[in-house]
């Protein structure tokens, strides 16, 4: 079978990308592939459209990147995010600063028709209809449409570049498990994209060790696979790979 | 004798929510009070929380000793699941949310208005430059059966809240039925706002004077119980 490339640093993983970009970062909370951001950050592609649930930064701890670090840097062309500003409007945002001065283009989505605009690019459909954002700002100037009484607005697709993922298990023909609720986003930009990268958590496994009925993302999307080093990003912060077994469900 | 007036806290608007859920409901809750919401329910309720991040059945906010990182609600924060418990990716999370299984949708706002619209994600009225939060707000407000907000009766200058007319940009044109504040629970049908309960120590008319549309008084006006 079609096995990815299996990288043995994350800087290997991000070499040769290339500046100008549409990359896809997953994440909510829990699920955002840091260990490949904060090595794309040391690679310093620049002009990227980023793809995202929100535009933070990352915590200032232990020197991980985030979105937000390549938005002050200068590095990001375009946001296109659920969140391009904060929720509390008394909060300071590098984002917001920068679309008003102009250095920064921002296209905000609802969240729903986000994940739905990359599942459809994924799934080979150029658009779509959804009754989310109809009678407000967002909806301004896209094309309406009514099917059965009701108003929808049309959406495009997104398809992109890149995307990172962040895989709890992994086995060699590339096949990805998440781990609860860091899967979120996951799942479907791992199939929105032309170059899917994945830092993985658990150990690399052997293909077939991962029943093929359990597996969340199909190896055939998936490009590069990275194993996070143990003094790497770990989504508590706190676990270590070994032992980061699910306990919330007991 | 008057009773001293009681503003109701963030917790005790969750619990004013928590006890009007119906038995059986699907409850999506937003961020901010609402995640409160799911710490105050009783099991008797059969109550099942879904997240925009797709984690379904999802129990009260986790204590220290329960808290796993990967297991979040809509506003980040850990919380225990219940058995049966399952977990989606985001878009399944909208598609079950856009195919209308929600029952109801418990959300924050900045303004309510009495025609069920209300605006959560743009504190400016200024031309749009494609800032705000939305979030999923505007997917589950489309297709939630109801939209109920919890959110202060009045801003921090006094300044009404439930209005004729949203003045800021709205997150959905109609929608809501239920807003519960620090002050009252107030319903809102067929285009107009009904008190149907107020905080101890607050009367009607001084309800009516902190809100921005009129009041209908409901026959059944009951104190908020806390």
């Known amino acids: 079978m079609r096995q990815p490339i299996v990288c043995a640093t994350m800087s290997e993983a991000v070499a040769d990308i290339p500046d100008e970009i549409t990359l896809l970062v997953p994440g909510f909370g829990p699920g955002l592939p840091f260990n ?50 904060p929720t509390h409007p008394s909060r300071g945002s590098i984002v917001v600063d920068m679309v008003r001065a ?4 921002a296209e905000l989505v609802p969240q729903g028709t986000l994940a739905e605009r990359v599942r459809a690019g994924g799934a080979g459909i150029p658009a779509f209809y959804t009754p989310a954002s109809v009678g407000t700002l967002l909806a301004e100037g896209k094309e309406h449409r009514e099917f059965d009484g009701e108003t929808y607005v049309m959406e495009r697709a997104i398809f992109a570049d890149y995307a990172f993922i962040r895989a709890w298990r992994a086995d060699t023909a590339g096949n990805l498990v998440y781990r609860m609720a860091a899967r979120n986003f996951n799942p479907v930009f791992a199939m929105g ?27 055939i999307y998936v490009e590069r696979l990275v194993q996070i080093p143990p003094d790497g990003y770990f989504s508590s912060g706190r676990m270590p790979a070994a032992t980061a077994e699910p306990r919330g469900s007991r | ?60 906010l986790a204590d220290e000793s329960e808290m796993d990182q990967d297991i979040v609600n809509a506003g980040v924060q850990p919380v225990t699941l219940h058995p049966g418990a399952s977990i989606v990716h985001h878009a399944d999370s909208f598609a079950l949310v856009r195919r209308g299984m929600n029952d109801v949708t418990v959300l924050g706002a900045y303004e309510v208005a ?10 400016s009225t200024e031309p749009f430059d494609q800032l705000g939060g939305i979030g999923g707000a505007m997917d589950l407000a ?22 004729e007319h949203c003045t800021l940009p709205v997150t959905a044109p109609r929608g809501v039925t239920l807003v519960v504040t620090d002050v009252a ?42």
Request: proline share 5%.
């Open chain 2, 1 to 60: 004798m008057t009773t001293a007036q009681h503003r109701l806290t963030r917790e005790l608007i969750a619990a004013t929510i928590a006890r009007r859920l119906e038995r059986g409901w699907i409850v999506n809750l937003g961020v901010g009070m609402p995640t409160l919401v799911s710490s105050y329910v009783h099991p008797e309720q059969d109550l099942t929380f879904t997240s925009e991040n797709g984690v379904i059945g999802y129990a009260g």
């Open chain 2, 142 to 163: 489309a297709r939630c059966k109801q939209v109920w907000i919890a959110m202060d009766h009045t801003t921090r200058d006094g300044s009404p809240r439930l209005l």
């Open chain 1, 193 to 219: 994209a032309r170059h899917v990268i994945v830092e993985v958590e658990q150990p690399i496994v052997p293909s077939g060790e991962i029943p093929p009925d359990q597996v969340h993302t199909p190896g």
């Open chain 1, 102 to 105: 102009g250095t920064l283009e």
């Open chain 2, 114 to 123: 009495i025609d069920g619209s209300f605006a959560n994600w743009r504190t």
């Open chain 1, 36 to 85: 490949l951001l904060t090595a794309l950050y040391d690679q310093g592609a620049s002009g990227l459209t980023t793809v995202s649930n929100g535009v933070g930064g990352a915590p200032a701890t232990d020197g991980r990147k985030g979105l937000g670090e390549f938005v002050e840097a200068g590095r990001v062309k375009k946001v296109i995010a659920a969140f391009t500003a």
């Open chain 2, 185 to 226: 629970v107030v319903a809102v049908r067929d285009g107009r706002f009904v008190l149907e309960e107020h905080a101890p120590g607050f009367s009607a008319a001084e309800i009516q004077a902190m809100t921005g549309a009129p009041l209908e008084i409901s026959r059944d006006l009951r104190e908020i119980q806390i």
